[in-house]
C-alpha cells in the first residue's frame, strides 16, 4: 500500500480527528506523512442546515458519502465520531478500531450566566440533540430550547449574535479543536448523561481488508472498544437514533464494565436510568440486558410517538 486514504467529513472537528488518526499511525508504523491522504468528503447532514437531523433521516446522514467511498475504494479507512454512527452498518464495513476515549462529558458554553442553572427565567439554550434538548427541559422546564445546527464554529458565532443565551457542546470536540477557553461548565455525567459512544474516535474499514487491519491493530485501544460495544448494544436494542433521547456510559477498569443508561421522553417530564455491572468481555451483553430492563421499566406507551 502506497498511500493509506482516510476519508473524514470536511469540518474543523471531523478534520481534526483525522489528523490525531494519522498521527497515531504515523508513529506506530514508523511512517512520514506523505504515506497518508486525508480525503475530505461532504455528507448530506453537513449540507442540511435547516431541519433537524431527526426530521431529515438520522445519523446516516453524516456518514453515507462516506461509506459509499469507502465501499468503492476511494478511501481506505473512514474516520468518525462515534456518536454519529447508526447501530447498522452497510453490509462490508465494520467499526473496526476506537482510539483512546476523550472525556465524554458535555460542556456548556453561556453568555449570559456560567451555568444553565444561574440563566433567567425564560433564557433560550441552543440545541439540536434530542437528548440535550430532553436534558435541559428536565433541569428547567422554563428555558426556550432552540434549533441550533452546524459545526462547533458555526454553533459558537451564532452564540457571539445573540441566537441564543448557551448551549451545550461535546467537551471532548472542543478539546480537540483547543477551544476549552470557551467552556463556562462542565455538564456532571450523573446529571447530564451523554451520548452512546461520546467522545470516541471510531475508525471504520472494509472487512476482509488485511493489510488496513494489520495497520489499524497498532493503534487499537481495546478499553474504548469494550466500552462502545456495551453502548452500542443498548441503543441497538432500543432501535436508536437520532429520533430517540437516549444517553449511555460504560467505564473500563480492568476486567469489569460498568455502565448507565438512560431514556428520556421528549419533554424531559419523564427519565428511566439503569446501571448494570460485570465482566468486559460481554460488553455486548450488558448494555443488550441493559436495554431489556429499562424497557422493561418504562413500559411500551412510552416509546410511542417518538418516531
Not at 121 to 137: D, F, H, K, W
Not at 192 to 203: E, L, N, R, S, V
Not at 229 to 242: I, N, T
Request: charged share 25%.
Amino acid at each position: 500500500m502506497q498511500t493509506l486514504k482516510i476519508g473524514t467529513r470536511g469540518s474543523p472537528l471531523a478534520l481534526a480527528q483525522a489528523h490525531e488518526t494519522r498521527a497515531r499511525l504515523m508513529k506506530a508504523h514508523d511512517l512520514p506523512e506523505q504515506a497518508f491522504e486525508v480525503v475530505a468528503i461532504s455528507t448530506s447532514g453537513d449540507r442540511i442546515q435547516d431541519r433537524p437531523l431527526s426530521e431529515a433521516g438520522g445519523k446516516g446522514l453524516f456518514t453515507k458519502e462516506i461509506e459509499e467511498a469507502l465501499l468503492d475504494g476511494r478511501i481506505d479507512i473512514a474516520v468518525h465520531s462515534s456518536k454519529d454512527m447508526p447501530t447498522v452498518l452497510p453490509k462490508g464495513l465494520e467499526l473496526s478500531t476506537f482510539l483512546p476515549r476523550e472525556d465524554a462529558r458535555d460542556a456548556f458554553i453561556g453568555k449570559t450566566a456560567k451555568r444553565i442553572s444561574d440563566l433567567p427565567y425564560g433564557a433560550r439554550v441552543g440545541s439540536s440533540s434530542l437528548r440535550r434538548q430532553a436534558l435541559i427541559r428536565r433541569m428547567r422546564p422554563d428555558l426556550e430550547v432552540v434549533m441550533f445546527r452546524g459545526n462547533v464554529q458555526t454553533r459558537l458565532r451564532k452564540l457571539d449574535v445573540g441566537v441564543a443565551d448557551g448551549t451545550i457542546l461535546a467537551y471532548a470536540g472542543l478539546k480537540r479543536l483547543g477551544l476549552e477557553s470557551v467552556i463556562t461548565d462542565l455538564m456532571p455525567l450523573d446529571v447530564f448523561p451523554p451520548a452512546p459512544g461520546q467522545g470516541a474516535i471510531g475508525i471504520e474499514s472494509r472487512i476482509g481488508d488485511g493489510p488496513v487491519e494489520k495497520m489499524l491493530a497498532a493503534i487499537r485501544d481495546v478499553p474504548t472498544g469494550q466500552a462502545l460495544a456495551c453502548e452500542r448494544a443498548f441503543l441497538a436494542a432500543l432501535d436508536g437514533s437520532c429520533r430517540t433521547p437516549i444517553a449511555g456510559h460504560a467505564t473500563v477498569s480492568g476486567e469489569k464494565l460498568s455502565f448507565a443508561g438512560l431514556i428520556i421522553s421528549p419533554d424531559g417530564a419523564e427519565s428511566h436510568e439503569v446501571k448494570l455491572d460485570g465482566s468486559a468481555q460481554g460488553a455486548a451483553a450488558i448494555g443488550a440486558e441493559a436495554a431489556r430492563s429499562v424497557r422493561a421499566k418504562a413500559g411500551a406507551k412510552f416509546f410511542e410517538g417518538w418516531a
